[in-house]
């Protein structure tokens, strides 16, 4: 699946995503300027709550990757929207595991599905007109390895164990960025834990009954996937 990547000028999105068909942006989140906006000036296109979750990130580069990927995010979403950035109302859905409102983001009408996931130097974002989750996540260390292995899928657990230690790293990046899209297709985050679903460490995503599940292109030391309502194949 093609990734379009979304720099420093304004975006040419064209048509929002119709159907079955999702939509996916990456963005170096170490830019000083997102899709004509300062990521100083930040404060001008988000909301109270972003500027206020902003303001608790205590390290200055984890503060300016939430800022220019919440940019970046608002961007597109006015370019689909045909709105400006900072018009775009962002509100939080029904929590599926308590229903508090903590659960997946959206925008007030709905009209337009997104996901927003971002890590050290890369955010990705995904549009869809049904529920749709992406992820990226850079390459784990071995211990981190270590610290997780017991808490997913027994046959997940196996396929790691099975692999040379120097191989788990990649494995683990690989089905921890699988998982991730899912449980933020669903809404579910983390609540649950991670043993659910089953999504494989392997070169192939694992099938997920109710979900499309694809690895996306990401960066070296990088893995990235995309998770999609629906059992038919992403186009």
């Given at each position: 699946?093609?990734v ?24 170096d989140?170490?830019?000083s ?7 100083e ?15 608790r ?11 220019a ?13 045909g ?25 007030a009408?709905?009209g ?18 049904i ?13 981190v390895?270590t ?32 998982k ?31 979900w ?5 292109p990401?960066p ?16």
């Amino acid at each position: 699946m093609y990734v379009n990547q979304l720099g420093g000028d304004l975006p040419r999105v064209g048509p929002p995503p119709e159907g079955e068909a999702v939509t996916v942006w990456a963005l170096d989140t170490g830019r000083s300027v997102v899709a004509g906006h300062a990521v100083e000036e930040a404060a001008a296109v988000l909301d109270a709550a972003e500027r206020e979750r902003a303001g608790r990130l205590v390290r200055l580069t984890d503060r300016h990757a939430y800022l220019a990927s919440h940019l970046g995010l608002r961007a597109l979403l006015g370019a689909y929207l045909g709105q400006a950035p900072a018009d775009v109302c962002l509100i939080r859905e029904e929590c599926p595991c308590c229903g508090g409102p903590h659960g997946r983001p959206a925008v007030a009408g709905g009209g337009l599905h997104f996901s927003l996931s971002h890590t050290a130097g890369v955010a990705y974002v995904a549009f869809a007109a049904i529920p749709v989750g992406v992820d990226v996540e850079g390459t784990p260390g071995a211990a981190v390895v270590t610290d997780v292995l017991s808490t997913l899928h027994p046959a997940e657990t196996a396929e790691l164990t099975a692999l040379a230690e120097a191989d788990r790293p990649v494995a683990l990046g690989r089905l921890w960025a699988r998982k991730e899209a899912v449980l933020k297709a669903t809404g579910a985050g983390l609540a649950r834990g991670v043993a659910e679903p089953y999504v494989g460490s392997g070169p192939t995503p694992a099938r997920v009954t109710g979900w499309t599940l694809r690895d996306l292109p990401a960066p070296p030391d990088y893995a990235a996937a995309v998770a999609l309502a629906g059992p038919e194949p992403i186009p």
